[in-house]
Nanobody, 123 residues
Framework: QVQLVESGGGLAQAGGSLRLSCAAS????????MGWFRQAPGKEREFVAA????????YYADSVKGRFTISRDNVKNTVYLQMNSLKPEDTAVYYC????????????????WGQGTQVAVSS
């Protein structure tokens, strides 16, 4: 069983930055691929970014490419999402996810979800 706890959400202005963190309570964190998904009001949950078990390979949705960066620290059992140049359309609940296969292009390989953290971007 993997428990994921997100933090770092909040309110930002357009053009600003936020960093999300996701701490995993599992001894074998390094075997899991990790990712971030988001769900905006009235919309389906969508893929944002994913990283391989060792952080060597990353994937991004086109809408965030060049603005967001996913990274992980396998010593701290934590995955991060650095969000720069935020836009109002980035407003959503952001979910951390893990699985034993790379989490692209959607949530079909997700085995565990965090509870979500709200990000709101004002114009």
């Amino acid at each position: 069983q993997v428990q994921l706890v997100e933090s770092g959400g909040g309110l930002a202005q357009a053009g600003g930055s936020l960093r999300l963190s996701c701490a995993a309570s599992v001894r074998t964190f390094g075997v899991y691929a990790m990712g971030w998904f988001r769900q905006a009001p009235g919309k389906e949950r969508e893929f944002v970014a994913a990283t391989s078990w060792d952080g060597a390979t990353t994937y991004y949705a086109d809408s965030v490419k060049g603005r967001f960066t996913i990274s992980r620290d396998n010593v701290k059992n934590t995955v991060y999402l650095q969000m720069n140049s935020l836009k109002p359309e980035d407003t959503a609940v952001y979910y951390c996810a893990s699985g034993r296969r790379i989490l692209v292009p959607d949530d079909r390989f997700v085995e565990y979800w965090g509870q979500g953290t709200q990000v709101a971007v004002s114009s």
